[in-house]
């Protein structure tokens, strides 16, 4: 009996991993894989064909010398009978907008914070635009192995900062560096945990009735119980409503490093997280996860490794059954495309998709017709809202340092700006010859810079302009804003205007003098 896109859909859980660069998503990363059986016993390594090892998410060389995570990557993995769609994300601030495109592939959220530093300020948009999405958002409070703050403390800036209520699902026995276990809120019950060495395998798990675990914990069980006495005094549980309307967070204690807790947090996606649901197209109406195949690409990504030189664009499944060498339509273009070449990535390994159901990420080889917010589909048209732009704060002028390299510059922008490492800016009478570069954080261009010379071999000198807000205008009010000092209207690659001004304060004064001209807010404006 052939399988039915609910009922694969149902055992879905597409989630993003959000956090600072430091706090340990990475690590968590690849304990969820050895959780799912994914990882071999060495951590770090990759169960792959021929037994080759290598690094599950972070595969470019700038990342690997910086130590963070510039691009995101997809991981898939089976686990409890549900199949495990991680989407891997940036872990800085410079590269919000990247995480935004993420989240519009994911169903939920997990967000890491390290016990000892809590929200940290350089980080603190990357969950704003969960909050802002009202996107479900599953809380792991990690490095509880380690000297740390309160925990009560550490709940009372979620709710500070970031604006969701949190719910502890787990809670900690032992203050942070002296980690014993947690007491599972919804049964009393106490889990003890045990060390392996370097972490490697699975920790070994205690469960006992809360008379022994306070006989065998002593203070440390005695403070836990306390505190917890003031969360059901304030009434912190759980709700599911809450939850999945992003107004509250369950929140999990624990250690990836030494896989403390690991378990715990990956049930509660399971439990938790919602299963892939229909997705709303640009009519406000729902495509039936039973429509024929749709799919809305989130993602395009150029030269992964140095033993793929290619193109890769990822789509998230939206309705029906993917397959392999099915022809797609491109919705912006109405062009067929034919997916014989369709890929899971995992890490820099890869492996060939026969099919895919709602919820399930696929990248598609060479695909260079399809672009960042395009809508697939099959038999049946849909259209779903593409994903807006952040309103860049940082403009560079991009020169190539060696003008018999243009071609190789002018493609390498041209790859740059369909990937979205940064956004593109045009004045059409010079076209590439100096193109502005526009970016969230100044890191953006550190990663362009580093590309174009290392990918295309272009070596690019960049120069600041004097630039420092964007909005959005049309062609009606391009002459006017031209011809003001301080303003210049350049176009991205779709056709967009963006007016640039040289401060906030000459922005609004133009527009108190001038209603009639067109300058609309772009999302993210001014960090917020």
């Known amino acids: 009996m052939p399988a039915d896109p609910s009922q694969e859909a149902a055992r879905r859980r597409t989630f993003a991993i959000i956090s600072h660069p430091d706090a340990g998503k990475t690590t968590l990363t690849e304990k969820f894989l050895l959780y799912g059986g994914a990882l071999t016993s060495e951590a770090g390594s990759v169960k792959a064909k021929g037994a080759r090892r290598s690094a599950t998410s972070d595969w470019m060389e700038l990342e690997q010398k910086r130590g963070i995570s510039i691009t995101s990557t997809v991981l898939q993995f089976p686990y409890r009978d549900h199949v495990i769609n991680l989407l891997d994300t940036p872990g800085h601030r410079d590269f919000s907008e990247d995480t935004y495109r993420v989240l519009a592939a994911a169903d939920a959220a997990v967000m890491v914070l390290d016990a000892a530093k809590g929200i940290e300020p350089q980080t603190l948009k990357l969950f704003e635009v969960c909050r802002e999405r009202d996107m479900p958002l599953l809380t792991f409070i990690n490095k509880w192995d380690r000297p740390g703050r309160d925990p009560l403390e550490l709940l009372d800036e979620i709710e500070a900062q970031i604006g969701v209520h949190p719910a502890p699902v787990t809670w900690p026995v032992g203050i942070a ?314 176009r991205r690659a779709d056709g967009t205007r963006l007016a640039l001004f040289e401060s906030s304060y000459w922005l609004a004064r133009v527009e108190g003098d001038h209603p009639e001209l067109v300058l609309e807010r772009l999302v993210a404006e001014g960090g917020s």
């Not at 203070?219 to 999945?244: H, I, N, Q, R, Y």
């Open 177 to 490: 560096g002296d980690f014993r276990g947690v007491i599972d809120r919804r049964t009393g019950d106490f889990i003890r945990f045990t060390r392996t060495a370097g972490g490697a395998t699975e920790a070994g798990e205690e469960l006992l009735a809360p008379d022994e675990a306070a006989e065998r914990e002593g203070e440390a069980w005695t403070a836990a119980t306390g505190e917890l006495e003031l969360l059901e005094a304030t009434g912190a549980d759980v709700d599911e409503e809450s939850f999945l309307a992003g107004i509250s967070t369950p929140v999990y204690f624990g250690s990836a490093l030494t896989n403390f807790g690991v378990r715990l947090m990956l049930d509660g996606v399971v439990d938790l997280a919602p299963a892939p649901a229909p997705r709303v197209d640009v009519k406000d109406e729902p495509r039936p996860l039973d429509a024929p195949f749709s799919g809305f690409v989130f993602k395009v990504q150029a030269n992964m490794d140095r033993a793929h030189r290619d193109r890769l664009a990822f789509f998230r499944v939206c309705s029906g059954r993917f397959e392999r060498g099915m022809v797609v339509t491109i919705d912006r273009t109405g062009r067929p495309f034919a997916t014989k070449y369709a890929q899971q990535v995992f890490g820099q390994d890869r492996e060939t998709v026969e099919e895919a159901w709602p919820g399930d990420v696929v990248g598609l080889v060479n695909a260079t017709d399809v672009r960042i917010g395009d809508t697939l589909w099959v038999d049946q048209p849909v259209t779903f809202a593409g994903i807006p732009s952040f309103a860049p704060e940082l403009f560079w002028v991009a020169r190539a340092k060696d003008t018999s390299r243009f071609k190789q510059f002018r493609s390498g922008i041209s790859q740059l700006d369909e990937e979205g490492v940064v956004q593109v800016l045009r004045d059409p009478e010079i076209g590439d010859q100096a193109p502005v570069l526009a970016a969230v954080g100044q890191m953006q261009f550190e990663v362009a810079a580093h590309r174009l010379e290392n990918e295309f071999g272009a070596p690019v000198e960049l120069s600041p302009t004097s630039y420092t807000v964007a909005r959005r205008t049309d062609a009606e009010s391009e002459p006017a804003l031209k011809s003001m000092r301080g303003v210049d209207v350049l």
